[in-house]
């Protein structure tokens, strides 16, 4: 039996309310099948030649589809992220393969430095890992894969392990990343929100002073057009912010570089409410997390929300407040529960009014605001269309009662899946693959959307329609 037949083969005794074809050549075993191309043996690369190593965000989607399939495998892809986790609770959006040659991606673990320069703050010994974070999709992700299959994390121990590490990661970003003093989390670096080049980050990025061009060579250019990338002005301001993170021993509080990011926070607030319910699996009470999670809502309507625009905006902690660029970013917050129907009404009419055209002229969610100066299809995250942002949308829509615009989401984000082949990201027009293909998150959140028939997976923090009690046995983002 080939990796791929073992990946999808299920007990006798399994039934499921819905099991996607996984005749040959069907999106469902495709997308499989790209997961399997990608499997390292411990965990799941973006794609094989752009993103060699582990990404942090990456994995909790990855996880997040693969409980359809291999439970077994979903928690495993979890803990080896974890496993990476540094002593301050910190978890690095990238964990190094050592088997991986230097020159194959940059940055690479020798600009990094973490054991040595991450001493202090923590840094593993026997893992090299970058030294920045990205958004804290993974409790949302734990509490998922353990409702893919409660008996086997039940039985391993999946979240009495992690809820420590979890509940750490969050401490960490509640108490060393509230840099405004308004309770909101701040990104030190583009990288670490994970939309790299959004328009956003144009002005506060504007004060930083390039590092030079011949003091960092960048392998993504020989994966994709340049056209395609961010340009080498924003990578040398990435490079020199990166540079002075980690030669001050990335300590928190120094950060010339401080924006507090709606997406990032809701990522964050959507997990806490996930905690809770993993305390309360555990036995524990959840209701402290809980009112966290609502002290955290009120603190992004309080600070991110702009009425006028009916969309969340970004605050640059170093300039004059709210940065003026409407982005997919202040739009994810829609998957929150709690929000008033003012704030819900208006991020709907922002999705489907002139800026997104969500439902109309683009196929899926823009990532920046077609009106905009700044608006490029095809410039990474400055107006193509990202899946798994497309996939938030359509769980916050669910989530809200708008069932008609969540289903027609659904099926915008599967066809063009299926027809881009799993592409990294797309033209929000036409759904034009650009960037890799075949790629992880992609395949994975196709996944998701193919065992959701009826919408079960939106019900906050989720239960999940199909379980599988076999386990797999096989082998710029910053």
């Known amino acids: 039996m080939d990796r791929t037949a073992q990946l999808i083969a299920r007990p006798a005794e399994y039934t499921a309310v819905y099991d996607p074809t996984t ?10 099948e790209v997961l399997d191309g990608n499997w390292t043996g411990t965990s799941t690369v973006p ?13 909790a989607f990855i996880a ?6 291999s439970p077994r495998r979903a ?12 002593g301050d609770g910190r978890i690095p959006h990238i964990v190094f393969n050592p088997s991986v040659p230097l020159d194959a991606y940059f940055p690479s673990p020798d600009f990094w430095r973490s054991s040595t320069a991450g001493r202090a703050a923590g840094a593993p010994r026997t893992v090299q890992t970058s030294g920045i974070v990205q958004p804290p999709v993974h409790a949302l992700a734990a509490w998922l894969v353990h409702r893919a299959d409660p008996g086997l994390s039940r039985a391993r121990g999946f979240l009495a392990r992690v809820y420590p590490r979890l509940a750490a990661w969050h401490r960490y970003l509640l108490h060393r990343r509230d840099l405004g003093g308004g309770g909101l989390v701040s990104v030190v670096h583009p990288w670490e929100q994970g939309m790299d080049n959004a328009p956003s980050w144009d002005a506060p990025l504007a004060r930083i002073a390039p590092a030079p061009a011949r003091s960092f060579r960048r392998a993504d250019l020989a994966h994709g057009a340049p056209e395609d990338r961010p340009t080498d002005l924003d990578y040398g301001r990435y490079v020199r912010l990166a540079t002075d993170y980690r030669d001050g021993e990335y300590t928190d509080g ?6 507090e990011d709606p997406a990032f926070n809701a990522l964050l607030i959507a997990s806490e409410h996930a905690l809770a319910r993993i305390a309360e699996e555990l036995g524990a009470t959840g209701t402290a997390r809980r009112a966290r999670a609502q002290r955290l809502t009120a603190a992004l309507v ?18 004059d407040g709210l940065i003026r660029e409407r982005g997919v970013s202040g739009l994810v917050p829609l998957l929150l529960p709690g929000l ?13 009014g002139p800026h997104f055209q969500v439902g109309s002229a683009t196929r899926l969610v823009p990532s920046h605001d077609l009106l905009g100066e700044a608006f490029d299809p095809h410039r990474y995250w400055r107006g193509p269309a990202w899946f798994n942002t497309s996939w938030l949308v359509e769980r916050g829509l669910r989530l809200h ?5 969540a289903d027609a989401l659904r099926e915008a984000v599967l066809d063009v899946a299926d027809t881009s082949n799993f592409a990294e990201y797309v033209d929000p027009y036409t759904g034009e693959a650009c960037g890799a293909t075949g790629f992880s998150w992609t395949a994975a959140l196709t996944l998701d959307l193919l065992h959701d028939t009826h919408g079960t997976h939106h019900v906050p923090h989720g239960t999940a329609i199909a379980r599988d009690d076999s386990s797999f046995k096989g082998g710029d983002r910053g």
Request: with cysteine.
């Open 23 to 32: 005749a040959a050549g069907s999106v469902h075993l495709r997308a499989i």
């Open 47 to 59: 794609s094989r030649g752009l993103y060699p190593h582990q990404w942090s965000w990456d994995s």
């Open 64 to 69: 997040i589809g693969l409980r359809h399939v």
């Open 75 to 86: 928690q495993t892809e979890l803990e080896t992220l974890l496993d990476a986790q540094w």
């Open 254 to 259: 120094r950060a010339s570089f401080a924006v």
């Open 302 to 319: 309080d600070r991110l929300w702009d009425p006028a625009e009916g969309l969340f905006l970004c605050r640059d902690l170093h300039g």
């Open 340 to 352: 008033s129907r003012e704030v819900v009404s208006g991020l709907v009419r922002a999705l489907r």
């Open 401 to 405: 009662g708008e069932g008609a615009y």
